[in-house]
């Protein structure tokens, strides 16, 4: 899952050039708001950066734990971030 994040300001101004653009780099997983610059809290930035820090946190903990070879375990985190945070959602085999 390649992550993006995109952000304006006010909400007279669009997302849709920005998401346009994460869409040709390829995100399959976008996390969008009207946030004012100003603004402490972005928590769409959050949640993004929560999902990127929790995946590469755990592979270190994956390898040693787990008898998976790490070459063929996806660098990129493969589910989306409704999966995620769906507590009735057990992930099968990946091929």
């Given amino acids: 899952m390649n992550i993006g994040y995109a952000r304006v300001s006010s909400y007279g101004q669009s997302l849709a050039v920005q998401i346009h653009k994460l869409h040709q780099q390829h995100c ?50 493969p589910y989306t971030f409704e999966q995620i945070i769906d507590n009735n959602f057990y992930p099968e085999k990946l091929s």
């Fill in 28 to 77: 399959s997983e976008i996390f969008e708001e009207k946030v004012s610059a100003l603004s402490q809290r972005r928590p769409e930035q959050e949640n993004a950066n929560c999902i990127i820090t929790a995946y590469k946190l755990s592979i270190p903990v994956i390898e040693k734990e787990t008898p998976i070879d790490m070459k063929d375990f996806p660098t990129e985190c």
